[in-house]
């Protein structure tokens, strides 16, 4: 059985950064496009960005210029590196992928910003 784990989550100030992290176990025979999506309480989850296996990035309006996504194609593992950190920024993270033919999401890993 495929899981996503993410790690990396935490509070931080604004204006800060974080690192998230997330790869599967299990066995991987294929994978497809990775990304990240939030969501808060009360609102539809929402993308937050998503990167190709050729390393194309795409990005939601509202974190460009601020987050990076990059992936280790050897690792099977998706980045987000966050930078200049906004309280509208509050929200749990979740890693999404193509696996073996069918779509996964990890457990969610929460990111506070506040100070």
């Known amino acids: 059985q495929v899981q996503l784990v993410e790690s990396g989550g935490g509070l931080v100030q604004p204006g800060g950064s974080l690192r998230l992290s997330c790869a599967p176990s299990g066995t991987v025979l294929s994978i497809g496009t990775m990304g990240w999506y939030r969501q808060v309480p009360g609102k539809q989850r929402e993308l937050v960005a998503t990167v190709t296996r050729g390393l194309t990035p795409r990005y939601a309006d509202s974190v460009k210029g601020r987050f990076i996504i990059s992936r280790d194609n050897a690792k099977n593992t998706v980045y987000l590196q966050m930078s200049s950190l906004k309280p509208e920024d509050t929200a749990v993270y979740y890693c999404?992928?193509?696996?073996?033919?069918?779509?996964?999401w990890g457990q969610g890993t929460r990111v506070t910003v506040s100070s």
């Open positions: 999404q992928s193509n696996i073996n033919g069918e779509l996964y």
